[in-house]
């Protein structure tokens, strides 16, 4: 106390010289900071800090609150995203205007508007809300003047929105609001800027009164549990989240309208361990693509622009050949046709200036100009090259040709099109397509140690900007290295994918007549090859043991659903071949290996490369059982199917292959499928093969991930050791965990994560399947999101899954 007390004195007295020092409790009138590093006042909890926080390592400071214990210091709130404050700015607590922001010039850059009193006192207190203290009443608060998050026990009032904002790393106002309606309901929308223009939502809760019963919407709540609800006036609650895991005694959470318009519950472990992180635990809506649609803007891109959902159902943007980005920094915003296309006469016929770009799927569903019908698809074809006006033409049900003008709005990608065509009228003389929605094509043009040197210029920043940049990153190396396919001839994409087709020959030369075998599976050899001979980019070229019983037909459509999987966790496809007999594909090389030689070689990983890995490999299972558009079971799970990347980050290998294999082939023909050891019993049985089969197979490599060895070891000294899975029970049982991590002195110091990974390994292998958890239990458990239940013996089947 008498510490404190110095503290403060200390503080306000020698404010010019240590206007970075901290204090913690009451801010009283005539308290300042200033713009500097490290320059904040935590709550008495030390959960949350008001103060400076610095942008991107620039000279400029954005005033916010944030999670002050975490590694990762969330804002939560911010109040002068337009006006950064400079280097030696002053935030001082005035009577009668609250806080008042000024720049080192006297520029006046944010205050707490609107108070009625005079102010004795601010507070931040442990929920994360900042006050304004009068003699007997609150002034002013965060909690009623939100940016673009809430916090457990804040709620929103009518007419209180969440704005989003720019970017990430860019605080200044984005499009997106998230609203109570006068009228009860809760919306999210986008705005026009600069105006107040609100568009037509993408998300409404229909909480608006109705004359029969139904009692309009009155309060947004986040409760202190992490529930959010639409609070009606006859105080019943319209959940907006479903399930809510982990208590929050033991959880951050926020709910955050993130800058791309999707609304996202996160929780975060209180308890940080060095790789803990936010996780979503809610987020809506579900497809925003699709969801929004508006008569006067451009959706949730921007013009012209397409908009498809990525793994983690979060929109990107990006442009369709021929068009680049007005600004190039703003991938979220409009694309323009680098060409011009105008009604004067031009120089040769149209045949030979346009050309067709075709996309499947993608509409732009508000800028039709004309319906034909009944037509063909090769009469708007033509209809649109001889049309000036026409710079779309979609071709869809059959008969019907809707031609579209300029700018084209609300672009997203709908698989409910069910293979509509949009006919995209290009000038020819432009280079082969790169797949139908990459955004920023003018970065390709750049020289790749111009675009490496602008990288790592920016990689120079801060932490938040560095991850938006390791994702412009990898589409970078991603350009450069389409750039290289692109110098082979004569492929031709598969419809709605960005495969490539190679010629048997095409593969011939690139293995260099197969010569470097990678390895040997249970689907065929793989050959390292370069796509390019006089460059270094390498792939992995599988050759399929010949298939009995199966069209071509079959083998496109599998390579198809493999093609449109992505996930970092996932070995890409880049291609394959169709050539008579040969029947190959093309992957992405990955230079360390499999994780069996990674993980029983001579040289041991350490703990936490295991446990990344381990969670590279769950979220990898989850996305194909889940996430994927087509759900894919993977039926060989097993260390030497998960290759390592330069970074040590786990990709599965061989997934959807075996659908591919066993087209028509009972799933009992163990000689093919399954691998000894990491083989669920259904298999035996002759049961039907659900995604549990995997699960089966994850629990085996988690605890061969945790103890270091096979799950199958007849040189054991120890017979009861020699089946992992057994040996594992029995340590559990006895609750002698640490025999299973003898001389891992890393693992043995974190012995909670140790027994939190057993007891998961324990529930998937649990013999029936029922019991077993969903890859997605199973991630969240691992990732400690929720509780692990105490895991029955794996051979009884006595007591049931209860999550
Ligand atoms: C902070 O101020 C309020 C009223 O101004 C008072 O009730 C409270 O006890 C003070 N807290 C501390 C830690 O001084
Ligand atoms: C700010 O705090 C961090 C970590 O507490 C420290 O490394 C850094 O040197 C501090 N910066 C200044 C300018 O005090
Ligand atoms: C944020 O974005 C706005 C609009 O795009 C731009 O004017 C501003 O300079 C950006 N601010 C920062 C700090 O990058
Ligand atoms: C009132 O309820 C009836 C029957 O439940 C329904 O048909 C009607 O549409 C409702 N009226 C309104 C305004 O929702
Ligand atoms: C929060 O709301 C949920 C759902 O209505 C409820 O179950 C829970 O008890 C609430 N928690 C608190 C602390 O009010
Ligand atoms: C349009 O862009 C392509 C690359 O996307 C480029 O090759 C072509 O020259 C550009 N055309 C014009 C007219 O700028």
Redesign the pocket.
Known sequence: MALALLRLFSFLVLLPILAAAQTVGNVTVGASLSAVENSSWISPSGDFAFGFNQLNNKDLFLLAIWYNKIPEKTIVWYANGERPAPRGSRLLLTADRGFVLTSPQGEQLWNTETINGVVRSGVLDDTGNLMLRGSNSILWESFKNPADTMLPSQKLDKGVALSSRQSDSNFTEGRFRMVLQSDGNLVLTTINLPSDHFNEPYYKSDTAGDFNSSSPGFQVVFNESGYLFVLRENEERFLLTTTITGSAKNFYYRATLNFDGIFSLYSHPKASTGNSRWTTVWSNPDNICTASLVTASSGVCGFNSICSLNAERRPNCGCP??Y?LVDPNDQYGSCKP??TQSCEEEPAPVEDLYDFEVLTNVDWPLADYALLEPFTEEKCRESCLHDCMCAVAIFRLGDRCWKKKLPLSNGRVDPSLDGAKALLKV?K???PPLGPYFPN?EMK?KNQESLILALLVILGSSVIFNCIFVAAICLGFYFIYQKKLKTLPQFEGVVGTNLRSFTYKELVYATNEFKEELGRGAFGIVYKGALDMSSSSPVAVKRLNTMVHDTEKEFKTEVNVIGQTHHKNLVRLLGFCDDGDNRLLVYEYLSNGTLASFLFGDSRPSWSQRTQIAFGIARGLLYLHEECSTQIIHCDIKPQNILLDEHYNAKISDFGLAKLLLLNQSHTNTAIRGTKGYVAPEWFRNLPITVKIDVYSFGVVLLELTCCRRSVDRNCDLEERAILTDWAYDCYREGILDALVENDTDALNDRGKVERFVQVAIWCIQEDPSLRPTMRKATQMLEGVVEVPIPPCPYTTTVKFSL
Do not use: E, I, S
């Open positions: 050949r021929g680049t680098n060409f000038r003389g432009d280079p094509q043009k």
